[in-house]
């Protein structure tokens, strides 16, 4: 149990384009889904907190015009890098919390981003 | 302020050998939970365990245990009898807010390399 998906696990995309990543809890319903993002070698930096039916809450430094999240049903959020440009590359990574019992975040296998 | 203090960048031992872990939180709440995430090199964050702050029994599972000392803030995980698998980025985590793991911060990870 406490499986999260995430799609592209790799997208290339050229500067200025828009890429939208997607967050599912398989097997459980999550009102709170977290986005991270992580350089390599380095650790997982919180960029913002998506609650089902409601705006997201970034974290200070996050542009939220640019990283755009939508928290459309309890299984699915979706992170759209919005013009998207080098300094963006990264690897995106997306956890589900999960209920009860399960009071923990449950990750998603990454999104590797690159932007030529 | 919540922060995590993996003081171990690098670890590299050979296969069987025991190996410990450090993890250092600091934080002012008395609620809180302690996680341990392991990263292997496909990028996924695997859960391995979590411990609420009121909890100081050690853990163990099979070649894993967890050392929680609320007197020194330390949550320290150890692997006995290492394995190749094994090898991977481990990051330990601190949480806290209304189910215990709304916010998470990591510490900086930990790559330990098991040498056949």
């Known amino acids: 149990g406490a499986v999260v998906s995430q799609h592209p696990s790799r997208v290339i995309c050229k500067s200025g384009t828009s890429v939208k990543i997607e967050c599912r809890s398989l097997d459980f319903q999550a009102t709170t889904m977290f986005w991270y993002r992580q350089f390599p070698k380095q650790s997982l930096m919180l960029m913002a907190t998506?609650?089902?039916?409601?705006?997201?809450?970034?974290e200070q430094g996050v542009e939220k015009d640019k990283f755009l999240i939508n928290h459309a049903s309890l299984t699915l959020s979706t992170l759209t890098v919005t013009s998207a440009h080098p300094e963006d590359s990264s690897f995106y990574i997306c956890?589900?919390?999960?209920?009860?019992?399960?009071?923990?975040?449950?990750f998603g296998p990454g999104t590797r981003l690159t932007v030529l | 302020a919540q922060k995590v203090t993996q003081a171990q960048t690098e670890i590299s031992v050979v296969e069987k050998e025991d190996v410990t872990l450090d993890c250092v939180y600091e934080t002012r709440d008395t609620t809180y939970y302690l996680f341990w995430y392991k990263q292997p090199p496909s990028g996924e964050l695997v859960f391995l365990i979590r411990?609420?702050?009121?909890?100081?029994q050690n853990e163990i599972s099979g070649r894993y245990s967890w050392n929680f000392q609320k007197s020194t803030s330390s949550f320290n995980f150890t692997i006995t009898a290492s394995q190749v698998v094994d090898s991977a980025v481990y990051f330990c985590a601190l949480g806290w807010g209304d189910q215990g793991a709304q916010k998470l911060v990591f510490g900086q990870g930990t790559r330990l390399t098991i040498n056949p």
């Open positions: 998506s609650n089902e039916g409601s705006k997201a809450t970034y």
């Open positions: 411990r609420n702050s009121f909890d100081e």
């Open positions: 956890s589900a919390l999960g209920q009860g019992a399960l009071v923990t975040q449950y």
